[in-house]
């Protein structure tokens, strides 16, 4: 399949076009082909300077095959077919993508919620293998899996060296960790940003070891690597000059459509490289995931192969580089650094700090209405009667160009299906997930406003939107659901449970969004199942 872009919108395709002269006029294309870091600004170039390694991951992830076909050997001689990613963001997205759109299982866990942990480690704990990934090596919902799957393995008699695989950056505290654990390590290009790893081992051991074919994947990358460096028929030129050409004329909404591609999940993924790259300086492209019931004139619609103001067209492995060439284009054009994310830290600090306290400040509700309480200010100068006038009250105080954010620190898998989720099998969820789409709350209140409305799982969306929520333009309104915890999972050698974890995260966001004066309410769930039912049944009174 041959890659391309295509601009079906007359007046979109007249701002590229200009804006495309102007970046072939600079010599643009060329030298971002060549790597050049000094492309977005005095200030960005130190940081440019080792992040552009995705440019030739296509050719240079080829030097990985032979140990990782090797790791792969070694699992399917021990029969391990469940494969287990502890990864966050970057190190976790593009495999889910990848392993889907190959129809290969992965069990993702980007979560700290207990229950889905609990449930990936009932799931065939004697066949399964982990691959933990983390860049910095710190990252503390990885570092928890981790000693979380070290105790199940040697409770249950398996030598964890027998089962966990490490994928970290030279250098990290991961590496010597795994190394004094006799733990198999892949290092991973260390000028390679988390958002831009898809093709770097971030991307392909866990795809390779859930059975997916990563050496197409990166024959079609390389197939569209010589297209980046022309100034005709390059698409991650097109695409990146149609975003930021577009952001830059107020069009900043990018809604990413995938429903007839062959593609699985792309949009997700982009999600996280857009609004991580781009939401900064009070500037961005907010992506909106799923069809957006609303056509705004501050809206771009991108689709996965067909339809759309701007289609791209590829396989997998080109579609990967075509949106990160476009990204970097992007930032150019709206005058941003396309590789730091300066508001990440934010919430991490916070819930560091809520960690070591002894209690976490939950704060007293606003209003209980049955099974879901409310926290933080409503807008609005009265106290809200129910929940159906607390999330009206929400929709109403979304700002002209702005967006509401829902943000769910839940049980992916399982939140919107609550009743079936305990003692479930994992196809009975598969299942159940399909058709309990969480779409479905963010679909509800979006056809209940003229307003972009996007939906995120915490803490998965602190790697992703949650830099473009702090960073971008301040025009958000946020909605934040947690929920009551029936049974919790010990970190062994922490002194905090997954659960008192998953809280501390939501805390710590919350308090980063109050500080800048948006609008954030925060429902509590102290019964999940009734919760959301209740949650489903106020937003279709709204």
Request: aromatic share 4%; proline share 7%.
């Amino acid at each position: 399949m041959t890659a391309s872009v295509t601009i079906g919108n007359e007046r979109l395709a007249e701002q590229a076009a200009e804006a495309v002269k102007d970046l072939v006029a600079a010599g643009f294309h060329q030298a971002l082909s060549n790597g050049d870091p000094g492309l977005w600004g005095p200030d960005a170039q130190a940081e440019a300077a080792v992040r552009l390694g995705w440019l030739d991951l296509p050719r240079n992830s080829r030097e990985l095959l032979p140990e990782i076909g090797k790791l792969v050997e070694r699992a399917r001689a021990q029969g391990l077919d469940h494969v287990v990613l502890a990864g966050m963001g970057g190190s976790s997205l593009a495999p889910e993508v990848i392993t889907t759109t190959a129809d290969v299982p992965l069990t993702v866990l980007d979560t700290t919620d207990p229950g889905q942990v609990r449930r990936a480690l009932a799931d065939r704990l004697e066949r399964t293998i982990v691959v933990v990934a983390s860049k910095s090596g710190g990252t503390v919902e990885t570092d928890s899996h981790r000693r979380i799957y070290e105790q199940a393995f040697r409770e249950a008699g398996i030598d964890p060296a027998e089962r966990i695989v490490v994928v970290t950056d030279p250098g990290s505290p991961l590496e010597q960790a795994a190394i004094e654990a006799g733990y198999p390590v892949i290092l991973a290009d260390p000028n390679v940003g988390g958002r831009y790893s898809a093709l770097s081992a971030f991307g392909l051991v866990p795809s390779a070891l859930a059975g997916a074919d990563i050496e197409k994947l990166l024959d079609d990358a390389e197939a569209v690597r010589p297209l980046l460096a022309q100034a005709e028929g390059n698409p991650g030129l097109t695409l990146g000059a149609a975003l930021g050409a577009a952001a830059a004329a107020g069009r900043d909404k990018l809604v990413l459509e995938d429903s007839l591609a062959e593609i699985n999940g792309l949009p997700d993924w982009i999600e996280q490289l857009i609004a991580e790259s781009t939401g900064k300086q009070g500037r961005g492209i907010l992506p909106v995931v799923g069809a957006d019931p609303n056509d705004t004139d501050d809206e771009l619609v991108a689709g996965i192969e067909s339809g759309g103001d701007v289609t791209v067209s590829g396989p997998l492995g080109a579609q990967f580089l075509i949106w990160e060439y476009a990204t970097a284009v992007a930032g150019r054009v709206l005058g941003i650094d396309p590789f730091n994310q300066p508001n990440v830290a934010e919430s991490k600090e916070n819930t560091a700090k809520i960690l070591d306290r002894a209690e976490p400040p939950v704060g007293t509700p606003v209003l209980v209405d049955g099974p879901v309480e409310v926290y933080g200010e409503v807008p609005g100068s009265s106290a809200p009667k129910d929940l159906p006038e607390v999330l009206t009250r929400l929709l109403e105080a979304i700002p002209e160009r702005g967006y509401l954010a829902v943000m769910a620190y839940l049980d992916r898998e399982a939140a919107f299906d609550a009743p079936h989720a305990e003692g479930a099998s994992f196809e009975e969820m598969t299942d159940a997930w399909s058709a309990a789409d969480p779409a479905t709350l963010r679909g509800l209140l979006a056809v209940r406003t003229d307003r972009p409305v996007t939906f995120g799982w915490g803490p998965r969306f602190l790697h992703s939107t949650g830099q473009y929520h702090k960073g971008g333009p301040q025009n958000g309104v946020f909605l934040q659901l947690t929920g009551a915890n029936e049974a919790d999972v010990e970190v062994p050698g922490k002194p905090y449970t997954l659960g008192r974890l998953q809280l501390a995260q939501a805390l710590g966001d919350l308090g980063a969004l109050a500080d800048r004066g948006r609008p954030v309410v925060r429902l509590h769930l102290t019964d999940r199942a009734a919760g959301v039912a209740r949650l489903l049944e106020a937003a279709r009174e709204v």
